[in-house]
């Protein structure tokens, strides 16, 4: 009975963990490596090592087109046959994601205990749908685990979102835990904003007070500035590296303030959550046509949509984070690599202390796939690792699902 | 750390293991409520309860459309929506199915330790596609266990196909393991013979010889005959109840026999398996076309379906069972409840002794559910309980994925 995987796993007083993260934009998987052990406040992770794998060109075509909403008519594959094999195809990514870090790190893949994957959201529908059957709440990620598990031989915990959701939650931010875990200070009032796809940050008020945590989805962050690129170069680029094109360019600060102001979002109450959806297809179309209006050149088209990042966040922050007190901002996600869109955040938000989260030891492109593992480390305990303050679900509840 | 639920359970000495199947031709759920001991050879179970839950018509409609293959360019809703809205819909009747037979057994659900969930297939497609990414072998099935987990306060395992077909499996026959726990007994040669949608068969040797069991679908069961009711009553009978038109008409043989001699499948070796494709709408479009140029009349078409049911049975026996000899034939599944079928299939399989599976004490509709709640048991115990003489699996795997 004590060969049982599990009972192992949970009496490892330390155990080395890979986290595997897909964000919205498709663009690969970030992978990382890191021991966690047990401390008095939880686990405590140790970042041993982190990668992006960029996708193959053709899975991540398929992974765009099941993320965007197609009604029936329009031209295409059955896709309910495209969602079993993308789920098993990602897999494969995400498995050999794993050999290639654990071979990366000189570790031997049989001493992994361990791997947490997020998978891939094709669909988050935290929001009742409009009639009968149809109308459960719901959250799709796809990614298979059962895949991974074959390729690696490790047990694998996958599938967080939905469990948040059946609990009446949201199913998203998943991080603020890990957040909390990572960034909380006695003497401390921090924030940890993600730039992924979309933005999203969590406010982590001083420890030492009662104050509760507060986490939501802040509005578009690379996904708007990606899709602009990508339009530009006709797909050759897909996202302005090191900033180079905004830099170059002006932004028409009008034109993202009428966007901004337009967007009923930023005036929700916490807890909320975005999807692709939002700042999907129709809105770069409605964007780019804007931009065509004033006939902005192709610096002038991606400096405005990294303005329109900044204020967008800047405007999340100005009416749920500010008014409660901030030292410290630590970026993270692909964003934080983008020297001009921080220096537009920080522009954006005068008076923080713009940073990155390596500025606390974690690099900005790992933190997501650290975010997982520890999660997964949490359903080996047994523990809770949702934040109904974040999410809105009725109760702390164990996310994921475990593949032996 | 003994606090650990997976820990506890592992430990008892019986578990309290609610079983849900939903079978291919969505028409509700197999409920069953057993005790799980620990026994020489594994798991033996004792039924306790067992019934069926019919489903909600607009979920029951939702579940036959996804099942159906359906390209792009006809008209209809964004289907990845529908299967992450169906996904959680039907978690949710799985859920309030357990509860409601729980309440029946005047069990107090606090006391079901465990509950394993089939779910319902979308896609079975345990082949390679034809490009790229798209070549993955893959299964699909939905039936959201977060939700049951929910709605139950009980831990979930579902998903069990999924890690066969990574493994290299058919992810399909499963039951073939629970068959040879509940029927192998030494100098017997017996078949459980199961009539769904689709039928399929596990062949179990006499267990003092080396010889291996062998377990496959067996073509068409109840789906045909269920379309063809259902297209005769315009959808008001969705099954011929107690074989009463089948038992009035008259098969037409010699089309069975045309039809059965043109189905390549049966000549192929096992392992192999079926999904709701081979024999869904165009199957039973061409069935029709060929009952309409020989006029035959309603309760005739009824009867040749049925007498395909047994004679396409009858000749998977002929080829891949009959010659390594058979004392006895156990029929479970709904098609064991229509005696006219039962008759037929005795008629087909001369010298063969056809009773239903209640005859070794497991009512007919009970089976499969009885078959999922075991391999959960196995999970908690970390066993695997794939046969990969049934599905063609590189090795036995752990099926199956926890919901804590």
Chains 1, 2 share one sequence.
């Not at 984070?321 to 220096?343: M, W």
Request: a neutral charge; charged letters at 25%.
């Amino acid at each position: 009975m004590s060969d049982h995987p599990l009972i192992r796993l949970s009496r490892k007083p330390a155990l080395l963990v890979a986290g595997l993260m897909s964000g919205t934009s498709a663009d690969g998987i970030d992978a990382c490596l890191a021991e966690i052990r047990e401390g008095d406040r939880g686990p405590v992770p140790r970042l041993i090592a982190h990668r992006t794998f960029d996708h193959d060109p053709e899975l991540r075509a398929l992974l765009l087109e099941l993320g965007e909403v197609r009604a029936g008519g329009v031209p295409g594959p059955d896709r309910v046959e495209w969602v079993a094999r993308a789920n098993v195809a990602l897999g494969e990514a995400l498995g050999r994601a794993v050999r290639d870090i654990a071979a990366a790190a000189a570790v031997p893949l049989s001493s992994v205990d361990l791997i947490g994957s997020h998978g891939q959201t094709i669909r988050h529908l935290p929001a009742a749908g409009a009639i009968g059957a149809l109308a459960s709440r719901a959250t799709l990620q796809i990614g298979e685990a059962a895949v991974i598990r074959e390729l690696t031989g490790v047990p694998v915990v996958a599938d967080f979102r939905v469990r948040d959701v059946a609990a009446g939650g949201l199913g998203a931010p998943l991080v603020p835990h890990v957040d909390r875990l990572l960034l909380s200070q006695p003497g401390k009032r921090r924030a940890a904003q993600n730039l992924g796809g979309i933005g999203n940050v969590t406010y982590l008020p001083d420890p030492s007070t009662s104050e509760s945590l507060v986490a939501f989805d802040t509005g578009p962050a690379n996904m708007v500035i990606d899709a602009v690129v990508r339009r530009i170069t006709q797909g050759r680029e897909t996202y302005d590296r090191d900033g180079a094109r905004a830099a170059r360019g002006t932004p028409a600060r009008d034109l993202v303030e009428q966007i901004v102001a337009a967007d009923a979002y930023h005036a929700r109450k916490p807890p909320k959550t975005l999807g692709r959806e939002e700042y999907g297809v129709a809105f770069v179309e409605d964007f780019v046509a804007r931009c065509d209006a004033r006939a902005l050149s192709e610096d002038d088209r991606v400096a405005t949509a990294t303005w329109l990042t900044a204020r967008a966040t800047a405007e999340s922050y100005r009416r749920w984070v500010l008014p409660r007190g901030l030292d410290e901002l630590f970026v993270s996600g692909g964003g934080a690599l983008n020297p001009t869109l921080l220096a537009m955040l920080a522009e954006a938000m005068p008076g923080v202390d713009v940073k990155t989260s390596a500025a606390c030891g974690i690099p900005p492109l790992a933190k997501e796939a650290l975010a997982f593992a520890v999660l997964a480390y949490e359903l080996v305990h047994a523990r809770p690792s949702n934040c109904p303050e974040a999410t809105g679900a009725r109760e702390p509840v164990v996310l994921g699902k475990l593949t032996l």
